[in-house]
Structures are given as C-alpha cells and as structure tokens.
C-alpha cells in the first residue's frame, strides 16, 4: 500500500506565496512522474504542474511563471511553490504520483487527499 500525503495550504492575500509538499509513503522501490492537480467550486479538476524522476517539468499555460515544481527523490518529496497568487488560484490542490512498490507492483496513479489554497482579494 502506498499513500500520498499533502500540506502547506492555507489562507493568503493575492500576492503572497505558499509552497506546498507532497510526501510519499509506503513499501516504494521507485517513483516516476509526480505532478500536481487542482480543483476549483463547480470545475473540473485540471493539471497544474507534473515532474519526471529526472526532473523534466511540465506546466500548465496558466501558472508558467509563476510555480515552481521540485522533487527530493530521496525524500519520495514533490513541492509546489506559488508565488503571485491570485484569487483565481483558489482550489483543492491534490498531489499525484506514479509509484512501484517493492513486492505489489505498480500503481500508475496515486492521488493525495487534498490540501486546500485559498486566495483573499
């Protein structure tokens, strides 16, 4: 069994940063593509950020520039962090990971609980 577990959300004013982090935990041999997804009232959950094992990224159009995806493969550790926030960033953060267990095999798509990031005009 593997589980992904998100923090750093919170309430900030537009214009401030948070970053968020995103550890991994279970019986892990290795973890490919870690990403981050977010969710919005009344929208459909959208990619935001994803990061291969050898740290290759990917953004959506809308936050290039302005987050930062990282990794700590040693720590099984992806970040999020988001500067210039924006009342429009507000939403459900989930943290999503590709991961091979040791004995169980492969589990393609993992998914966080959610941290909530909400942004105050």
């Known amino acids: 069994q593997v589980q992904l577990v998100e923090s750093g959300g919170g309430l900030v004013q537009a214009g401030g940063s948070l970053r968020l982090s995103c550890v991994a935990s279970?019986?892990?041999?290795?973890?490919?593509?870690m990403g981050w997804y977010r969710q919005a009232p009344g929208k459909q959950r959208e990619l935001v950020a994803t990061?291969?094992?050898?740290?290759?990224?990917n953004y959506a159009d809308s936050v290039k520039g302005q987050f930062t995806i990282s990794r700590e493969n040693g720590k099984n550790t992806v970040y999020l962090q988001m500067n210039s926030l924006k009342p429009e960033d507000t939403a459900v953060y989930y943290c999503?990971?590709?991961?091979?267990?040791?004995?169980?095999?492969?589990?393609?798509?993992?998914w966080g609980q959610g941290t909530q990031v909400t942004v105050s005009s």
């Open positions: 999503n990971a590709d991961i091979i267990t040791l004995r169980i095999g492969r589990f393609r798509d993992v």
């Open positions: 279970g019986s892990i041999l290795s973890i490919n593509t």
């Open positions: 990061i291969t094992s050898d740290s290759r990224t």
